[in-house]
């Protein structure tokens, strides 16, 4: 695969989980606690357009995940962003899929929906002009 997936969580253990989901299906994983740590990752001399997909929490201190996914989808709008979050909203959750956010996990998210949400996001890229389903 060698796609590399951001997962930003402020929770050490939400993001060693994931971690440790993802690369068994041979994905790069890279981490950040919050969304101003996130930012400066996706800004870190490599090329952006390697990012699969970015897994990002909503609650965070510092820059909150909406913030930082209105940054993602500004600065990377090719990139797909999946919402994972403990504290379930539904309107915030269709206000977030309006923006382009393609999944919406709640926490603790079973492994299988973890690796079939990433999958769908990533297959998501590959959908565009000239491109067959």
């Not at 997962?7 to 994905?27: A, I, P, S």
């Not at 999944?103 to 990433?118: C, F, M, N, R, W």
Request: aromatic content about 6%; hydrophobic content about 40%; cysteine-free.
């Amino acid at each position: 695969m060698g796609w590399r997936i951001l997962v930003v969580d402020d929770e050490e253990e939400v993001r060693k989980v994931l971690r440790l989901h993802l690369t068994k299906e041979g994905y790069e994983v890279v981490e950040a606690a919050d969304g101003q740590q996130a930012m400066q990752k996706i800004r870190e001399g490599d090329n952006p357009f390697i990012l699969g997909a970015i897994i990002s929490d909503i609650r965070m201190p510092k820059i909150s995940g909406v913030d930082a996914i209105d940054f993602f989808r500004k600065e990377f709008p090719s990139t797909p962003v999946i919402v994972l979050t403990g504290f379930p909203d539904l309107q915030l959750a269709v206000d977030l899929m309006k923006k382009g956010v393609v999944d919406y996990i709640v926490k603790p998210v079973p492994k299988e929906q973890l690796l079939a949400s990433v999958k769908k996001a990533i297959e998501s890229r590959n959908i565009g002009p000239g491109t067959k389903k």
